[in-house]
C-alpha cells in the first residue's frame, strides 16, 4: 500500500526559498505519475506542478513557471519541489498525490488515487 510523507513546509518571507519533500514507503515512486497541489483558505485545490514516472518527464502551471521545480531521487523514493521567489499568493496547504498512470502529466485531483498529509506554507512579510 502505497503511502506518501510530505514534510518541509513552512513560514518564509516574499522572495524567498522552501523545499518541500514528498517521500513514499509501501512502492516505488517511480511507478507513479507525482502531482503537486495546494489549496488556499476557501479556494479550490489547484494543480502546481506533476513529473512523470520512469522518464521524469515535468509540467507545471503557468503561475509558477520559471519559479517552481520538480524533481526525484529515486534513491530515497523522494519527490521534491523546489520552490523559489515565493509569493503571498503561493500561501496554500501543498499536497503530494501519486498516479498510477505513470505516463500522464495531469494537473486533475480525480486522477490521482494516493495523497499525502499537506505541509502548510505561508509567504508573508
Known amino acids: 500500500q502505497l503511502q506518501l510523507v510530505e514534510s518541509g513546509g513552512g513560514l518564509v518571507q516574499p522572495g524567498g526559498s522552501l523545499r518541500l519533500s514528498c517521500a513514499a514507503s509501501?512502492?516505488?515512486?517511480?511507478?507513479?505519475?507525482i502531482g503537486w497541489f495546494r489549496q488556499a483558505p476557501g479556494k479550490e485545490r489547484e494543480g502546481v506542478s506533476c513529473?512523470?514516472?520512469?522518464?521524469?518527464?515535468?509540467n507545471y502551471a503557468d503561475s509558477v513557471k520559471g519559479r517552481f521545480t520538480v524533481s526525484r531521487d529515486n534513491a530515497k523514493n523522494t519527490v521534491y519541489l523546489q520552490m523559489n521567489s515565493l509569493k503571498p499568493e503561493d500561501t496554500a496547504i501543498y499536497y503530494c498525490?501519486?498516479?498510477?498512470?505513470?505516463?500522464?502529466?495531469?494537473?486533475?485531483?480525480?486522477?490521482?488515487?494516493?495523497w499525502g498529509q499537506g505541509t502548510q506554507v505561508t509567504v508573508s512579510s
Open positions: 498525490a501519486a498516479n498510477p498512470y505513470w505516463w500522464r502529466l495531469s494537473m486533475d485531483t480525480f486522477d490521482y488515487e494516493y
Open positions: 513529473i512523470s514516472g520512469r522518464n521524469g518527464t515535468t
Open positions: 509501501g512502492s516505488t515512486l517511480d511507478y507513479y505519475a
